[in-house]
């Protein structure tokens, strides 16, 4: 309401200024609820970025390893196996990764080889739980460097030196996983 208007006033006046009257409130109650909703819809973006960042970081979350994109991969690499199809990847439990070993290359599909990888933590899924991940890469004329994007099985065990058709298999848990 303007300043030095009352309900006093209003009453000796006419129809149409009094509607002149609260229109003018009416606009200016409008600006301020615009405003209000302005400043909760900027609290909230700025609480999302801030729960993004602190929810992603902390003891929970291994430092991801330093190599270089591009680098081939060979065995007894310090690894990080992280990411996935989806923005938050069920198999990573809320993590960004896991850092690991990669121990050997074995027979995977068709002609290439699969990578075997032992990560320094147990990763546990609804369907499997163990340190063992035996990642298979998804794209076809792909090689094993830093950035490669593979299929991930789970195992608790070793896996055998065979072909993918003749050795037991672990949990698949992701299509596209991401390995540097």
Known sequence: MKEGRNIDERQGCSNSTLQAILWDDC???????????????????VASILYFFFTRSGDRVPAPIDMPEGKPLK??????????????????????????????????????????IRTDERVTTKEESGHILIMSLRYEGASWQSGAVAHIELCDFEPDSTHWQDRRKGAWVEAAASIR
């Open 75 to 116: 065995e007894g690499d310090r690894v990080f196996v992280h990411g996935g199809y989806s923005m938050r990847p069920e198999w990573l439990n809320g993590r960004i990764g896991y850092e690991g070993t990669l121990e050997r290359f074995i027979p995977g599909q068709n002609n290439t080889l699969s990578a075997v």
């Open 27 to 45: 606009k200016e109650n409008k600006q301020t609820v615009c405003m209000k909703i302005g400043q909760v819809i900027l609290i909230i973006i």
